[in-house]
């Protein structure tokens, strides 16, 4: 297929606005919306691996996806299991989620800075959505469903409108849709944590060797 | 004096918790959760509680189709200094993931029973050679060809490790009237005899033995696994799954691999495992069927209705499934 030079102008803006980082799906309200192209990587088999499939996708999505080919160049293919050792994930209990994490994620992940903070709100998450930049949010998804109480869990932010904030959800499904008065609650729950991304061109590797 | 009032504020119940949170999320991990802080003098008492997940896919989309949580309660206490809020007592990693995996194990154990109970005349017809090497059906087979054991001249050949556990096997069929014991004289018990009478040939007198055993012995789950090990693991993969489901729910087989082999380890046993689910078909404990292109297992829907009726032998988790 050939393109004109406007065609070809069409193409380079789009990807300039980080367009080809999103992808146009449905609200449950048949509204089209936009989301970030995060791959969805179910845990069905194994019950406690929620944050090890939450940095999946986001590793997936950096490396694949994000608009910045410095930073798809640095970040690493890492597998499930590499994660999980990474992370200290442990059988039936889960993922420890401390600083501890985010060091290790730190010094074992090139191209993306990972810190964990408390008391994050929908403002600070659409700011890094816009920006072409998936969050990691720690819930309480026994509560979102059931209004019980039950295991911290994390998800992936691809989206977030007025009404919704989307999530590809390792217990769930992709482009999960949740209220934002069903996730408050939820998200309370877990003190309204989030592990957030910031891409980083500089070797973080290379600097604590030296 | 001022000074320590300034740094000894007393904890809130909020503060309680959230210390014992981030105590669980910073050394135990992110599935155990903070339960209502209890204050008992000058101590906050935290218990750690635990819904674990459980996820069932629909095998035609491979999209998760339910999700629902196990509650283990009270499997550990954060106790927590109600002046300095600083933590004095709190479990270890490894005691929480033991009760984690104690409770797990309960949940098997207690399917597998009422399921060896309503399906003992399913699992007795498994052929024999199929069981597993065991002194039980050895020693129901001696006493139905040869009438009488001589402790004293039929053991006298074999090891002592052996005859000990041959002797457990005896004392075990003796609890459920099958063999009785005088001395060292051991012969069929009245419900044996009952059986013997009503079998056509020894095979059939095998099977009813092992089937009456099965039924009224199902609180034997041990002795009753060294007999059908793998069989009861793989059914009792099924049947669990669907009971926590609340409906039969087909199974894919590399999930039914991958909980199978988390038992045994041994790669033989995944050479084995197709051989097992068909014997399993065969019997009709679990049926195949094809979803999606793709070969899926699940139990028998009568059988697993009438599992589900056992409430006495299901009563100790009959509350643990959430959601």
Known sequence: MMYDDQQFAKIGISIYRGESMKRKILDPMNNQIEVLKVPWYPQQDVEWTCLVNSIKMCLEYMKNTYDNRIIRDIVPNMS???????????????????????????????????????????????????????????????????????????GVIIGITENDIIINNPWLGSEYFISHEVFAPAWELEYNQAILLDPSPQSKLGQEEK | MIQNQLVDLPVDERSAEKIAYNWIRSTIGNIPHVGTPVKKGDM???????????????????????????????????????????????????????????????????????????????????????????????VLSWLLVNDRIDVSIDFEQINEEERKKYQQNIELLTKYGLVEIEGNIITPGNYLIEIESRGKNYHERLSKALSFFFERGYEEIESIYQVIGPYLTLSSICYERSFEYGGVLPQDYSEIESIFMETYRVEIKRIKLPRYLVQLEAVNILESKTIGGKISWSANENLFNKMCLERDILEPIAGLIEG
């Open chain 1, 80 to 154: 499930i299991d590499e994660i999980m050792k990474i992370t200290n994930t442990r059988r039936f209990t889960g993922t420890v989620v401390d600083s501890h994490l985010i060091k290790n994620l730190n010094s074992n992940i090139e191209g993306i800075i990972f810190s964990l903070e408390e008391e994050v709100n929908m403002n600070k998450l659409s700011a890094k959505i816009e920006k072409g930049i998936p969050s990691i949010v720690l819930y309480n998804c026994q509560f979102l469903k059931y209004g019980i109480r039950g295991a911290g869990h994390a």
């Open chain 2, 44 to 138: 906050w008492s935290v218990p750690v509680h635990v819904n674990y997940p459980r996820i069932f896919k629909d095998l035609t989309t491979e999209r998760p189709q339910k999700l629902r949580f196990m509650s283990f309660k009270n499997i550990g206490e954060v106790k927590i200094d109600a002046i300095k809020g600083l933590i004095v007592d709190k479990p270890t990693f490894y005691q929480i993931q033991h009760k984690i995996s104690e409770n797990l194990t309960l949940v098997q154990k207690t399917v597998q029973k009422a399921l060896v109970k309503v399906g003992a005349n399913y699992f007795a017809e498994l052929p024999f050679p199929s069981h597993m090497h065991t002194p039980l059906l050895d």
